[in-house]
């Protein structure tokens, strides 16, 4: 793109407009060549023992990660819950009462999930680089169940009916929200 804005600027010092085109060709031709003739490195070849030592590094994540996944997805499902519980209260279909009710049954899931996370470790297989990468994922997923786990204490607590400073509905669908 550059090469091709360059063209039409030098376009206008050219005298003759075939000697521009000529050079415009030459130029083409080099870049052209230039690009073409250039191969990338080799990759460097992979012994049979670190090619088995891959393998078995892989399987040890696959096996790991199976049991991350379903955890993952228990957070996702108590996420699913807790904002199932506070659209219910926000269109009226549930009561203060009942709402936090629910959400002290999600904040229980949420506790267990963050509880799960804690004691799922990094496979003592692994080498010490897959070691290390998969502590810096668990530690960030600890982090957020952690969060998510006082995000919904957090409401749970504010939907108790005894803290509510107000008895319409919709204030009290505001206050939940904004927790």
């Known amino acids: 793109a550059v090469g091709l804005l360059l063209l039409f600027f030098l376009r206008r010092y050219f005298?003759?407009?075939r000697i521009f085109f000529v050079f415009?060709?030459?130029?083409?031709?080099a870049a052209?060549?230039?690009?073409?003739s250039t191969e990338p490195p080799p990759r460097p070849a992979i012994s049979p023992e670190e090619r088995s030592h891959?393998?078995?590094q892989q399987q040890i994540i696959a096996t790991w990660y199976a049991?991350?996944?379903?955890?993952?997805?228990?957070?996702?499902?108590?996420?699913?819950?807790?904002?199932r519980v506070l659209s219910d209260f926000s269109e009226d279909i549930i009561d203060i009462e009942t709402t936090h009710e629910r959400l002290i049954a999600v904040e229980a899931m949420a506790a267990d999930g963050e509880a799960q996370i804690k004691r799922l470790a990094p496979p003592d297989a692994l080498d010490e680089a897959n070691h290390d990468l998969v502590a810096a994922i668990l530690k960030k997923t600890q982090t957020y169940a952690e969060a998510q786990h006082q995000t919904i204490r957090l409401t749970a607590l504010a939907a108790d009916p005894e803290r509510q400073t107000s008895t319409q509905q919709?204030?009290?669908s505001r206050q939940l929200r904004e927790r």
């Open 15 to 17: 005298p003759n407009r």
């Open 24 to 29: 415009a060709a030459v130029i083409l031709a």
């Open 32 to 36: 052209a060549f230039s690009f073409f």
């Open 54 to 56: 891959i393998i078995a």
């Open 67 to 83: 049991d991350y996944q379903r955890l993952i997805e228990r957070l996702d499902h108590t996420w699913q819950q807790y904002h």
């Open 170 to 172: 919709e204030e009290q």
